[in-house]
């Protein structure tokens, strides 16, 4: 059976980060969310996660290196507030993402913080030189300047009720401050915290306000008396903090709204999020069911943000590793789980028995399990450091391998509920493992190599349903005097290769006996893979080169050059007769074998592409790199083949349409069918076939043409022109339409510059007529043939 070769691969969609951290915000109704992306804000919508607007994105009138601080959505939703470095504080449209107003700041320093008040009519902005400007949003005008904290402010609102006229800020000094909006004097000062205040949040009544900040208690306020009513330690630095509606319902409890009480939740350094009711300092509900890794250090940061809801009754955990998990407030179940930056994306599988799903290991050491059709994201936690490679089983499209800089390995499976449990883990590496490769027949075991230079075979526990079972290496091999980048198992098991940096790769037997090595690269080599048909190996390296080497006699046969940069990824497609392959340069690269052509290069990345996925039927790749996208790519080769068939079979039956119509001396219907085929030499034959019956005949004949077709007419007579055998026939064209192009009826490009509207023709046009001709090539015979007194005529 003959085997489909690959000619190209088409994008079909790009992942790409949305969230790089900073503040996000969440619409009212729930539909979107707002989040800081580098330099722009970008709506997101939360169920098909598109990019619906953007906010601050290069124009003609921006500047691109004008990055966004901050920003504040208001209370209806209509605008959006963003303060930049450049000073300026823009209002923008958020419905449509354009540009209201922008006008400078005043401030000393960079402005950190944004907030509306209630009726969204005044804005404030708070800064590092430790001022508060208020802004009247109707004139545009400063109003006040409030001045008393110092450093940094890290807290900034408005109090809901907008008769006390109150303002409310908290910065470096760890002092919580509130003006008088109207007069602009400081009203009360709120001493209780010793370190960084991180939110503040006002009960419904407006007489109380509650504090929380990295020195790991909750502070409860009398607003009026300035003074700290109850001081609740949490054992944790808390990040932030929301206040809880007056009726809610959570696990094991349902407040109705004349319980008293006032309920918060709040969440920082464990990762997990603990609803408290201060005012009994008693702790309601703790999240036992977190996907959230604890900070690794001390005082460190988990999640960064809370945000909640009203409309969906939900809850959302905005993490350091910048992923937004959305949880049911009255179960506490995750809801849907969000990826708004993937940093790097070292290693991408696809699983599932039709390919459906692809897990993903980034800069990160949780896992991402996504959901093709949907980017439906779960996170999956095991790991303690970043995870550097993953590899599947092909005999079971449920099971996969992955190894980290924790110097582990783990198998995970996916049970019957979709759900992904680790079921084996293997320590006895000393070193990042950085690359792991399974079985290709069976189940039973797989191979890692590690910085410690060891190569090690693992065995797979029989029992899949116990959970982290500590799993032994069969055969351990010192393999390399350097980092070793990659390995590989043959397709029949019997042998494992290995690519190092220190320029070689070599070969195993299944018991880790040494084969050979493979000398010729440059530098180090960064990837194997073996051919699943043929006796030989391929291996790429950091000398931008592509190898394929012999297996019986460990000779180079083939060296494929054509990257700029480190040739990272490789695999065999079409039964190993091409080859995929990925590099530093960004580049994607499909070679054929035979003849040792690149067939394709695509550019979808802006950097390194670390990692490379081939779907079992190989229509479909994906690819991940430095610049954290997720790109997809369908192999369009057989629709691409098929429509140059059917574009082939119709330009054979136009052929043979024209020839009859010439035959039938049927001249017009002629004429247009080869002005439509773009056909120069068919035309001039048609055109000298017509100048056998003279010119006025050819006159008649180009009345029935439309304006398009004349266009191209004249295109066509322009190339005849080149050539003195046609040029009679091109200048006759020329002076029957000349008329219509002077005129304007005509809009041929090479004589824009002398149509400038419907101008009658004279004496002064006819040098720049004259010029203009010599643009299409005309000989002076046609000039002189175009004398005014011939053109009045």
């Given at each position: 059976m003959a085997v489909s070769m690959k000619d190209i691969y088409e994008k079909t969609s790009e992942y790409e980060a949305f969230y790089t951290g900073g503040d996000i915000q969440w619409t009212t109704d729930g539909a979107n969310f707002l989040c800081q992306c580098e330099d722009i804000i970008k709506f997101v919508d939360v169920n098909t996660l598109c990019n619906t607007i953007t906010i601050g994105a290069s124009g003609e009138d921006s500047d691109e290196n004008d990055i966004i601080y901050t920003f504040q959505l208001s209370h209806?939703?209509?605008?959006?507030v963003t303060a930049h470095k450049s000073g300026l504080i823009k209002l923008w449209d958020s419905a449509t993402g354009i540009l209201q107003k922008s006008w400078r700041s005043g401030h000393k320093g960079a402005v950190a913080k944004l907030a509306y008040d209630i009726e969204d009519i005044n804005i404030a902005s708070a800064s590092s030189d430790g001022n508060i400007r208020l802004w009247d949003l109707v004139h545009y005008t400063c109003t006040s300047s409030l001045k008393g904290a110092m450093g940094v402010f890290s807290v900034l609102k408005y109090h809901p009720d907008s008769s006390k006229q109150l303002i409310f800020g908290a910065a470096d000094d760890t002092k919580i401050r509130s003006w008088n909006?109207?007069?602009?004097?400081?009203?009360?000062?709120?001493?209780?915290?010793?370190?960084?205040?991180?939110?503040?949040?006002?009960?419904?009544?407006?007489?109380?306000?509650?504090?929380?900040?990295?020195?790991?208690?909750?502070?409860?306020?009398?607003?009026?008396?300035?003074?700290?009513?109850?001081?609740?330690?949490?054992?944790?630095?808390?990040?932030?903090?929301?206040?809880?509606?007056?009726?809610?319902?959570?696990?094991?409890f349902t407040k109705k709204v004349d319980t008293q009480g006032v309920y918060v939740a709040c969440a920082g350094e464990k990762g997990l999020i603990k609803i408290w009711n201060i005012e009994m300092s008693r702790l309601m509900y703790e999240q036992s069911n977190s996907l959230v890794s604890p900070a690794p250090d001390e005082g460190g940061l988990a999640v960064m943000h809370l945000l909640f809801n009203e409309a969906r009754n939900m809850l959302s955990v905005i993490t350091a590793d910048h992923n937004i998990i959305i949880h049911d407030l009255e179960t506490f179940n995750c809801m849907k789980q969000i990826t708004g930056f993937t940093d790097e994306v070292l290693d991408i599988i696809f699983l599932g028995n039709d390919d459906t799903?692809?897990?993903?290991?980034?800069?990160?050491?949780?896992?991402?399990?996504?959901?093709?059709?949907?980017?439906?994201c779960k996170l999956i936690k095991g790991h303690t450091d970043i995870v550097l490679a993953l590899a599947k089983f092909p005999t079971n499209k449920h099971m996969f391998v992955s190894s980290g800089k924790d110097n582990s390995v783990r198998i995970w499976k996916i049970d019957e509920s979709n759900e992904i449990k680790c079921f084996?883990?293997?320590?006895?590496?000393?070193?990042?493992?950085?690359?792991?490769?399974?079985?290709?027949?069976?189940?039973?075991?797989?191979?890692?190599?590690?910085?410690?230079?060891?190569?090690?075979?693992?065995?797979?526990?029989?029992?899949?349903?116990?959970?982290?079972?500590?799993?032994?290496?069969?055969?351990?091999?010192?393999?390399h005097n350097m980092d070793i980048n990659c390995v590989a198992v043959s397709p029949n098991d019997k042998i494992v290769g290995t690519g190092s940096q220190d320029k070689t790769?070599?070969?195993?037997?299944e018991d880790l006996t040494m084969l050979g090595t493979l000398k010729g690269h440059r530098r180090g080599v960064w990837c194997v893979k073996f051919s699943p048909v043929d006796q030989v190996v391929l291996t790429s390296s950091a000398d931008s080169s592509i190898k394929l080497w012999s297996i019986a006699?460990?000779?180079?046969?083939?060296?494929?050059?054509?990257?700029?940069?480190?040739?990272?990824?490789?695999?065999?497609?079409?039964?190993?007769?091409?080859?995929?392959?990925?590099?530093a340069d960004g580049l994607l690269k499909l070679w054929t074998i035979k003849s040792s052509e690149c067939k394709m290069s695509l550019d979808n990345h802006d950097g390194k592409v670390w990692s490379l996925a081939v779907s079992n039927n190989e229509s479909l790749v994906i690819t991940g790199g430095s610049d954290s996208k997720l790109v997809t790519l369908k192999d369009i080769s057989a629709e691409r083949r098929e429509k140059m068939l059917k574009e082939r079979e119709e330009l054979i039956l136009q052929e043979q349409e024209l020839m009859n119509l010439l035959h039938d001396k049927k001249l017009v219907k002629a004429l247009k069918l080869a002005i439509r085929m773009d056909r120069p030499l068919h035309v001039l034959k048609i055109v000298n076939e017509v100048l056998k019956f003279g010119a006025d005949k050819l006159s008649q004949t180009l009345k029935e043409i439309n304006n398009t077709q004349k266009e191209s007419l004249l295109k066509f007579a322009a190339e005849w022109n080149t050539n003195t055998k046609n040029c009679h026939a091109a200048q006759l064209v020329f002076n029957i339409l000349a008329p219509e192009i002077i005129s304007g009826q005509l809009q041929v490009p090479s004589l824009a510059r002398f149509i400038e509207g419907a101008l009658p023709y004279t004496e002064r046009h006819f040098e720049r007529l004259t010029n203009l001709l010599q643009d299409l090539n005309f000989i002076s015979y046609t000039v002189n043939c175009m004398q005014p007194h011939c053109i009045k005529n």
């Open positions: 209806d939703n209509k605008t959006v909006a109207k007069t602009g004097k400081e009203s009360n000062i709120y001493s209780g915290h010793f370190s960084k205040v991180t939110s503040i949040q006002f009960t419904f009544d407006g007489n109380y306000m509650v504090s929380s900040g990295r020195d790991r208690v909750l502070i409860l306020w009398k607003i009026s008396e300035s003074k700290s009513i109850r001081v609740l330690p949490v054992y944790e630095c808390i990040e932030t903090m929301i206040l809880l509606p007056q009726s809610f319902k959570i696990p094991n799903h692809i897990v993903v290991a980034t800069n990160s050491r949780d896992l991402k399990y996504y959901t093709l059709d949907n980017m439906d084996g883990i293997g320590k006895r590496h000393t070193g990042s493992v950085g690359a792991v490769c399974t079985s290709q027949i069976t189940c039973s075991f797989f191979t890692s190599v590690s910085q410690d230079n060891c190569l090690k075979v693992w065995t797979v526990p029989m029992n899949t349903d116990e959970i982290e079972q500590t799993i032994q290496s069969s055969h351990t091999e010192l393999a790769a070599k070969l195993w037997t006699d460990l000779s180079c046969l083939k060296t494929f050059e054509g990257h700029e940069s480190s040739v990272l990824k490789i695999e065999f497609l079409s039964k190993g007769q091409q080859i995929l392959s990925t590099g």
